[in-house]
């Protein structure tokens, strides 16, 4: 009795352990069953072989700079979950200090012992004349004058309205060029004694810009309009620093072959007043009645005979010393 209840005690006990042994195997395997799958260790990313230059992010160095590199395949989509950046407008010029302004070249001075004078002949100045052509009209007899100066090798002088200038830039242009010297003959030709001093510094100033404006400086020499001056006017001239400058003989070519005047009248008017200094009035422009330019036509006879006489020519720059 007491053997087989040790006996049954004995397989008791080692059931319970059996049991026990299945119950702990069968919780492992819920347990194992259960459990999350880990993830793989990262590797690194696999990048496809470019063609271009290594990216800085690649080799550790900056590549070269490109002037205008192309997208490739390989290039990342752009981002487009935020605001897209303005273009850049374009670059301003770089700015530049401010030039000076352009200095007018000072005028050559006339001598003080001419103030005052309306000067009718070139004091001192020997066996020589001034040939002087005043041109505010047209400009009809212009080409003909500069050609006939031009083939004698004479200079002369040229009294231009600052209107004729603006309207004649090529006549201009071509009398600097024939290396003939060049006066102001105010800008539209009235009379100035009629004028108060204000105007007559309009109307000198006017005609020096747009001279100028034409490529010729007609400083300092200036005639008056018809002739019409006082000591006012003279003196209002000369403030401004110019020199008046009148003639000693008028062709009257002006009046034209209406009036009774020939090409030899011209000429003989010329040789009739002959003298050492001598300053001659012609014109370039025609007459309005009959279109006839008789100073143009006159001009090489009164070249040839003033060369005959044993005269030589001058340009009014000897007034200036």
Do not use: C
């Not at 492992?28 to 063609?51: D, I, R, W, Y």
């Not at 080799?59 to 390989?74: L, N």
């Not at 001093?197 to 109307?203: A, E, H, L, P, Y």
């Not at 011209?266 to 330019?293: C, F, K, W, Y």
């Amino acid at each position: 009795m007491g053997s087989m209840t040790a006996g049954r005690r004995r397989l008791l006990v080692i059931a319970a352990v059996v049991v026990a042994l299945f119950l702990a195997a069968g919780a492992a395997v819920v347990l194992l069953q259960g459990a999350p799958t880990a993830s793989p260790p990262p590797s690194a990313p696999v990048t496809a072989p470019v063609s271009g230059p290594v990216s800085a992010s690649a080799s550790g160095t900056a590549p070269p700079a490109s002037p205008s590199p192309e997208p490739t395949s390989a290039s990342p989509a752009p981002n487009t979950s935020g605001p897209v950046p303005a273009e850049p407008g374009p670059v301003p010029p770089p700015t530049r200090a401010p030039t000076a302004p352009a200095t007018v070249p000072p005028a050559a001075r006339f001598p003080a012992a001419l103030a005052g004078h309306d000067v009718e002949s070139i004091p001192g100045a020997g066996t020589v004349v001034a040939l002087t052509f005043d041109a505010g009209a047209n400009a009809a007899g212009l080409p003909s004058i500069l050609q006939s100066l031009a083939a004698a090798d004479v200079r002369a002088t040229f009294f231009l309205t600052g209107s004729w200038a603006a309207a004649n830039p090529g006549g201009v242009a071509a009398i600097v060029a024939g290396g003939h010297r060049v006066g102001n003959h105010s800008m539209t030709h009235p009379a100035f004694t009629g004028l108060p001093d204000v105007g007559i510094r309009d109307q000198v100033r006017s005609a020096e810009e747009a001279i100028r404006a034409a490529g010729a400086d007609p400083r300092p020499l200036f005639r008056f309009p018809f002739g019409d001056r006082d000591a006012r006017t003279i003196a209002t001239v000369n403030n401004l620093g110019y020199l008046p400058v009148r003639w000693s003989v008028d062709t009257l070519g002006w009046k034209g072959t209406s009036s009774g005047v020939t090409a030899q009248v011209v000429a003989d008017r010329v040789l009739a007043g002959l003298q050492p200094g001598e300053i001659v009035l012609m014109h370039i422009g025609s007459n309005p009645d009959d279109g006839t330019t008789l100073d143009a036509a006159a001009l090489p006879q009164v070249i040839s005979r003033i060369r005959q006489a044993g005269y030589g020519f001058t340009t009014l720059d000897a007034l200036l010393g």
